[in-house]
C-alpha cells in the first residue's frame, strides 16, 4: 500500500471515529451506527473531505444540532484543511441501515 493510500485509510480512519462519536438526541445512538453517513469522500493532495449524511427523518428536530456537532468533531482533524458537511435525502433512510448493534440497542431486531 502506497504512502498516500496510507495516509487517506488513516484520515478516513479519523473521520469515522469523530462521526462516531455524535449522537441523534433522538435515539441515543451514535450516527455512524444509525446508518446516517452515505459518503465519505478525501482529496489527500488538496486536504479535503466531503462528508454526505443524511437524517432518519426530513422533518428531524434535531438536524441542526447534528450537523454542528459534525462539524465541529470534523474541524478538529488537522490533516484537513477543508471540510464541506453535505445534507442528502437520497436514498431515504430507512431503520435497515442500522449497524446491528444500533438495531439491538433500539430494540429494532
Not at 482533524?77 to 433500539?106: G, N, Q, R
Amino acid at each position: 500500500m502506497g504512502e498516500e493510500a496510507k495516509g487517506e485509510e488513516a484520515i478516513r480512519k479519523a473521520i469515522m471515529e469523530a462521526l462516531s462519536s455524535v449522537k441523534d438526541p433522538e435515539f441515543g445512538v451514535d450516527i455512524v451506527n444509525l446508518g446516517l453517513i452515505y459518503g465519505v469522500d478525501i482529496d489527500i493532495a488538496t486536504k479535503k473531505a466531503n462528508i454526505r449524511i443524511t437524517m432518519t427523518t426530513p422533518t428531524c428536530p434535531f438536524a441542526g444540532q447534528i450537523l454542528m456537532d459534525v462539524q465541529e468533531k470534523l474541524e478538529k482533524i488537522e490533516e484537513l484543511d477543508e471540510i464541506h458537511v453535505e445534507l442528502v435525502w437520497d436514498p431515504p433512510w430507512s431503520a435497515d441501515m442500522m449497524s446491528e448493534e444500533a438495531k439491538t440497542m433500539l430494540g429494532a431486531l
